[in-house]
């Protein structure tokens, strides 16, 4: 194997996160934010890149650090070494309530598609680039564009998903329509496309967007219950109006904070 390979625990039921045990000298590479604890003696140490080309010339880090830019994600990433000369353990978190999923890229042929801002944590020598759509319909309706994510390598790889997580195994010629949030990934073999609703009333008035996502087997998807773009419109339309006390103006609730607050005003 290339990447090393790590043992690893998940722990929590709806705010997760994963425990990795390294070896004596192996490396697990992280987004930034996303640690939580480790033990004494490993070693922080931030990395251009994704870390899979820390040992090729500076025009392949360029193109590695350039791909990561293209997602959104930043140009850096973080090791974390293990310098001790017994088993130590690192964790990361779940940047909001959902699951984590352990990716083995071994069982998927080398290569996992998921959406840009869901991967967490993975060994070092696995590779995190970007997936071009080669349809244009795919890439303006698609909700994240024409660029996904792609995990690579053959080591294990960690990405986190919304709310509730559900597995499906497509087979051959077996299709799956998905909101496009909610897709957090799929192997490699999947084909996905995106199609249009249809109907005037269910463009105008179904409040489900215009175009649902596609999935075509064989191979596994990962589909999400809560996208975090869902978790933010709700919280956003639920936000105090400027100019408001942070209360509902028009509710019970808001009466008596206003009295307790000594605002006479009903």
Not at 135 to 158: H, P, T
Not at 246 to 266: A, K, P, Q, T, V
């Amino acid at each position: 194997m290339k990447a090393h390979e790590i043992d690893y625990h998940i722990y929590g039921e709806e705010m997760q996160y994963v425990e990795i045990e390294l070896d004596p000298q192996e490396i697990v590479v992280a987004e930034s934010g996303s640690f939580m604890m480790m033990d004494n003696g490993i070693k922080m140490e931030t990395i251009f890149g994704d870390g899979s080309q820390q040992q090729s010339g500076l025009f392949d880090k360029l193109l590695s650090a350039g791909k990561r830019v293209l997602t959104g994600e930043s140009l850096f990433m973080t090791a974390y070494l293990n310098q001790n000369n017994t088993k130590s353990k690192v964790s990361f978190a779940s940047p909001y309530p959902g699951k984590i999923v352990a990716i083995d890229l071994t069982q998927f042929g080398g290569k996992f598609v998921c959406q840009k801002d869901s991967f967490l944590c993975a060994a070092k020598g696995v590779s995190v680039g970007i997936e071009f759509s080669k349809k244009i319909g795919r890439g303006l309706f698609g909700g994240e564009g024409f660029i996904m994510q792609k995990i690579e390598g053959d080591g294990m790889a960690f990405v986190h998903s919304g709310g509730t997580l559900a597995k499906k195994e497509l087979a051959a010629g077996e299709i799956l329509k998905v909101d496009t949030g909610c897709i957090v990934g799929f192997s490699k073999d999947v084909d996905y496309d995106i199609e249009f609703i249809g109907g005037i009333k269910n463009t105008i008035f179904g409040g489900e967007g215009m175009f649902y996502a596609t999935l075509r087997g064989p191979g596994t998807v990962y589909i999400q219950s809560l996208p975090f773009s869902r978790l933010a419109d709700r919280i956003i339309a639920s936000a105090p109006k400027a100019g408001g006390n942070g209360r509902e103006e028009g509710s019970l609730l808001g009466g008596i904070g206003r009295l307790l607050d000594g605002d006479n005003r009903f």
